[in-house]
């Protein structure tokens, strides 16, 4: 069974032989690599000469990672598809596990499976499923309530997942009319949790790098908190999905949303009063997001063995 696997890149000189090798390095052989260089600048370009005809690279103009993703999605040719990002890495047995997984689920209707990955901060490591809340009793299985989950929380999605080409054009590919670089992957995710159970593997096969940027914390926050609101809007009222979200959280997730919304434009406010303001509904709302999760306990994963 082919596997293509996309990575898109863009001015990543310094990590992308990081990633390429992590995939030629799989145990799992009938691969294909399709690199799409998103306009680079530096010299990516020259460094991923070196691997010849064991990568195919695409270069195109820079129109950000979903486009960069949708067009190896159109160049690959297997059968299922996985993406990992060029700063980040596999384990070696990733894609194998990942197949194999695949194959022993396929009667139970599987679209994809995801991995757990290790986040590597310069003040530790963490892994995504300790971040998303997921504990599952089984280290593989099957995953029958994805959007459950992914309507509270996030997931690291990837760089994690092998998906089925088919489900991919089922649910739509990338979303290019989303902010450059900014939750394409969760627009997917909460789409693919739609169409059909997930396989998932505990165990961290990929490790993410953290990246610096300039944007505040909280700047960064708001803008999250703003464009997750519109993917699940979107997702709730478009033809193919509508109504299909659980309903009573997906209404839960949107007060929240719109309420972090509303602290968070305060304390970027030029008003030093406003900015009082938004720091303390910003406690506020951390304190009554930790009473209501002891309340209301978040989902959890429904799961069978694989």
Same mark, same amino acid.
């Given at each position: 069974?082919?596997?293509?696997?996309?990575?898109?890149?863009?001015?990543?000189?310094?990590?992308?032989?990081?990633?390429?090798?992590?995939?030629?390095?799989?145990?799992?052989?009938? *691969?294909?690599?399709?690199?799409?260089?998103?306009?680079?600048?530096?010299?990516?370009?020259?460094?991923?000469?070196?691997?010849?005809?064991?990568?195919?690279?695409?270069?195109?103009?820079?129109?950000?990672?979903?486009?960069?993703?949708?067009?190896?999605?159109?160049?690959?040719?297997?059968?299922?598809?996985?993406?990992?990002?060029?700063?980040?890495?596999?384990?070696?047995?990733?894609?194998?596990?990942?197949?194999?997984?695949?194959?022993?689920?396929?009667?139970?209707?599987?679209?994809?499976?995801?991995?757990?990955?290790? *986040? *590597?901060?310069?003040?530790?490591?963490?892994?995504?499923?300790?971040?998303?809340?997921?504990? @599952?009793?089984?280290?593989?299985?099957?995953?029958?309530?994805?959007?459950?989950?992914?309507?509270?929380?996030?997931?690291?999605?990837?760089?994690?997942?092998?998906?089925?080409?088919?489900?991919?054009?089922?649910?739509?590919?990338?979303?290019?009319?989303?902010?450059?670089?900014?939750?394409?992957?969760?627009?997917?995710?909460?789409?693919?949790?739609?169409?059909? @159970?997930?396989?998932?593997?505990?165990? @961290?096969?990929?490790?993410?790098?953290?990246?610096?940027?300039?944007?505040?914390?909280?700047?960064?926050?708001?803008?999250?908190?703003?464009?997750?609101?519109?993917?699940?809007?979107?997702?709730?009222?478009?033809?193919?999905?509508?109504?299909?979200?659980?309903?009573?959280?997906?209404?839960?997730?949107?007060?929240?949303?719109?309420?972090?919304?509303?602290?968070?434009?305060?304390?970027?406010?030029?008003? @030093?009063? *406003?900015?009082?303001?938004?720091?303390?509904?910003?406690?506020?709302?951390?304190?009554?997001?930790?009473?209501?999760?002891?309340?209301?306990?978040?989902?959890?994963?429904?799961?069978?063995?694989?």
């Amino acid at each position: 069974m082919l596997v293509s696997t996309i990575i898109p890149t863009y001015n990543r000189a310094e990590t992308i032989e990081r990633a390429v090798n992590s995939v030629l390095d799989q145990t799992w052989k009938e *691969m294909e690599v399709i690199v799409v260089d998103d306009g680079s600048t530096d010299e990516t370009v020259e460094v991923l000469k070196k691997y010849g005809d064991k990568i195919r690279v695409i270069r195109q103009k820079n129109g950000g990672p979903a486009a960069a993703r949708n067009t190896g999605i159109k160049a690959a040719t297997g059968e299922i598809i996985a993406f990992l990002d060029s700063d980040d890495s596999w384990m070696p047995a990733k894609i194998e596990r990942q197949v194999n997984l695949l194959q022993r689920t396929a009667s139970a209707g599987v679209v994809c499976c995801v991995c757990n990955a290790r *986040m *590597m901060y310069s003040s530790g490591a963490v892994t995504t499923f300790q971040l998303a809340r997921l504990h @599952p009793e089984q280290v593989e299985g099957v995953w029958r309530n994805p959007a459950d989950i992914l309507v509270d929380r996030f997931l690291l999605f990837n760089q994690v997942v092998a998906v089925y080409r088919e489900a991919l054009s089922q649910s739509g590919f990338f979303g290019e009319d989303l902010p450059y670089g900014l939750h394409d992957d969760y627009d997917l995710a909460v789409r693919l949790s739609l169409i059909g @159970p997930w396989a998932f593997i505990a165990d @961290p096969l990929v490790e993410w790098h953290e990246q610096k940027d300039n944007i505040s914390r909280t700047h960064r926050h708001l803008e999250v908190c703003i464009h997750t609101l519109q993917i699940l809007k979107n997702i709730n009222e478009s033809q193919q999905f509508q109504g299909r979200l659980p309903q009573a959280r997906l209404s839960r997730r949107l007060r929240s949303l719109k309420n972090w919304i509303y602290a968070l434009r305060l304390e970027n406010d030029g008003n @030093p009063l *406003m900015r009082l303001l938004g720091r303390c509904l910003h406690f506020y709302l951390r304190i009554y997001e930790a009473l209501y999760s002891r309340i209301v306990p978040v989902s959890q994963m429904i799961t069978n063995k694989a």
